[in-house]
């Protein structure tokens, strides 16, 4: 009985490394490249599925994006647009409101300086280039897009010949649209001017 044991204990060490060899026999290899080749195949169609879920995410962002610029140039279009302000007349030179007169409105030394004292020439003529003279001169304005006066007082001064007559106290103290209102009284009749300075 003992002799049999020992038999079944050698057989079976001398069995071991033929046991441990049929682990890695060919056909394990061939089960474990198939599951392999099988997780590869997972992991493959588990990426294309995920690149396919991305576009679609893409493409539904952009249909979106296309969705909200429609909607914002649609209500642009048609919001009511804010009035534009018509650019202001600066001529120099105009007949008088009710045709009277030709008035000429300019620096007498040919430069407009903001925050200075200034003279300006207010030449006056008939429409058929007549000088007015003697004529009485009333000076108001302001700025009337701040809703202000003049900052001070100008006074028609000195009359210089061929219907030229010196504006003296202009002064213009910021930049913006100032006017200048001339009430005009003359031999002729009355008459008044406005003259738009832009600085």
Known sequence: ????????????????????????????????EGGTQSAQRDVISGRGNGLASLWRYVLAGLGLAALLA??????????????RLASPEVARSKKTTNGLFVASFEPERGVIRQGELQSWLLTLKTGAGTPVEGAGITIS?????????????PQATD?????????????????????????????AGSDTVVFNVLL
């Open 1 to 32: 009985m003992h002799k049999t044991k020992t038999r079944c204990c050698s057989f079976l060490r001398a069995a071991a490394p033929c046991l441990a060899m049929a682990d890695f026999a060919p056909t394990a290899f061939s089960h474990a």
């Open 70 to 83: 429609g909607i914002l140039a649609a209500v642009y279009l048609t919001a009511p647009q804010a009035p």
């Open 141 to 153: 304005g302001g700025m009337p897009r701040h809703r202000h006066g003049l900052p001070t007082s």
């Open 159 to 187: 009359y210089l010949g061929d219907g030229c007559y010196r504006i003296d106290g202009v002064k213009f103290t910021m930049s913006g649209l100032w006017q200048l209102h001339f009430a005009i009284s003359a031999a």
